[in-house]
């Protein structure tokens, strides 16, 4: 046995060990034996178990991210003499570095050869790029999938979703099997959103709480049905012949946080997201912090480097996002003139969008319950689009956003569910859709 690529010697331990760990785990993994000579003749370790600790102790404190999940450390005997294996797997959170050093070339390893050496900048972006969609392209451990629920969405949307376009998209991978994406996308998906109503302005007391499961457009679904819920409406407003009605939280902010939460996560984290609503503000909170290299200042100023590319391209077809980086404007243009502006915190391994209450303090009672007005909103609608349809024959749903000042998105949902309930049918293909009583 000599070195290479994939294996280094170590006569014993020594406090640099984590970089030879760094550069198999940063490259394309590897083994470090402790107790073998540099020419490959063995002399073992006096106190393996000792140098075990040791060895795992110098992994844990120094390496960053955490890397113990792809390092496997054991004992073995070679030639009747103790000698430590350290296995490392490639990490699924590259660049791993070195904590004193931080995600720069010096501390940042790769293996070259048969030596462990400094990354390059560029090495290090590349990196980067490449992890933000590794958990997307990995073959999901669950294969046995179905897709009612997306089916259902692309059905909406009038776009196919047949094998052929599940393999552009990235949910059949190039091995024939489903990817973390189809997971996500599937009946199946493992990832929840936990909704909980508190009672005042902290945790001390619940209100309510629920759990949203099932395909990630499900949850979202979901999620927003119980959010609307509970965003009461203000007293009605008069403006002309129009009568404004006006909700505690801007309905568009509440759908961009909730969206940004589930398709810019980490789902390579294990943990749910979490919406918590008060009795001053709500709160949206997912796991996995900016991408590397992202700043929150550039966020701020619309810099959209996407972790899941492939996830936001697919929301993007169906109407469910806009546009890429867009969406904490549109948070912060909802609340135009509030005296209480959106809180954006971003965390090592979490981000925190919070929303507070507007300004209006009048609220609706009596007889008209909090679902009173949302029903005969939509009823209106409805109206309105069936005396469109009856004059023109049909509706697109650019007529839909004229007519009501809607986003495409919020159009899109508007014609499906009218659809779902029969009083509309869809026809014409993806670029062409139309709608006809």
């Given amino acids: ?97 070195a904590q004193s050093k931080g995600i720069r070339p010096e501390g ?48 909406n949307a009038g776009l196919p979703f047949g094998e052929t376009q599940q393999r552009s998209l990235g949910i059949i991978g190039r091995d024939g099997c489903y990817t973390n994406l189809a997971y996500l996308l599937s009946d199946q998906c493992g990832y929840k959103i936990k909704f909980a109503v508190y ?56 759908r961009e946080a909730l969206l940004n939460a589930v398709v810019h996560r980490d789902y390579a984290m294990n943990g749910d997201t979490l919406i918590s609503m008060f ?50 404007a549109k948070i912060k243009m909802s609340y135009r003139g509030e005296s209480k502006q959106p809180v954006f915190e971003c965390g090592p391994n979490s981000f925190k969008v919070v929303l507070y209450k507007t300004d209006s303090i009048a609220f609706v009672s009596g007889s008209n319950t909090e679902s009173d007005f949302p029903k005969a909103e939509r009823a209106d609608r409805e109206v309105e689009i069936q005396k469109f349809v009856a004059k023109h024959g049909e509706i697109v749903r650019r007529d839909v956003e004229k007519l009501f000042n809607v986003s495409p998105a919020t159009a899109t949902r508007i014609l499906s569910k009218m659809v779902e309930a029969g009083k509309l049918k869809r026809v014409g293909d993806a670029r062409n859709v139309k709608y006809i009583g």
């Fill in 279 to 328: 009795s001053d503000r709500i709160e949206f909170i997912s796991l996995g912090g900016l991408v590397r290299g992202v700043e929150m200042a550039d966020v701020m100023m619309g810099v959209s480097y996407l972790r899941n590319r492939k996830l936001a391209d697919i929301f993007y077809r169906l109407h469910l996002i806009e546009s890429y980086g867009t969406g904490i």
């Fill in 1 to 97: 046995m000599t070195e290479s690529g994939t294996v280094e010697f170590k006569r014993e331990y020594v406090s640099d060990l984590y970089k030879e760990v760094i550069a198999f785990a940063n490259t394309a993994g590897g083994t470090v034996y402790v107790g073998i000579n540099d020419d490959g003749t063995i002399c073992g370790v006096e106190n393996v178990n000792d140098t075990e600790i040791r060895c795992t102790d110098n992994i844990k404190d120094n390496i960053r991210p955490d890397v113990m999940a792809f390092v496997d450390i054991k004992p073995v005997v070679m030639q009747g003499k103790n000698v430590l294996q350290i296995t490392v797997n490639k990490g699924s959170m590259a660049p791993y570095y």
């Fill in 199 to 254: 009672e005042g302005q902290s945790k001390e007391i619940f209100r309510d709480r629920h759990e949203f499961t099932g395909s990630l457009f499900r949850q979202i679904d979901d999620a927003m049905r119980m959010i609307d819920a509970n965003n009461r409406l203000s007293s009605p407003k008069i403006n002309g012949v129009r009568r404004e009605d006006h909700r505690e939280y801007p309905v568009e902010a509440i």
């Fill in 108 to 155: 940042v390893f790769i293996r070259r050869g048969t030596a462990s050496t400094p990354a390059t900048q560029t090495e290090i972006l590349n990196m980067i790029k490449d992890i933000s969609t590794a958990y997307e392209d990995a073959r999901s451990l669950e294969q046995n999938l179905t897709f009612i629920e997306a089916q259902r969405q692309f059905d």
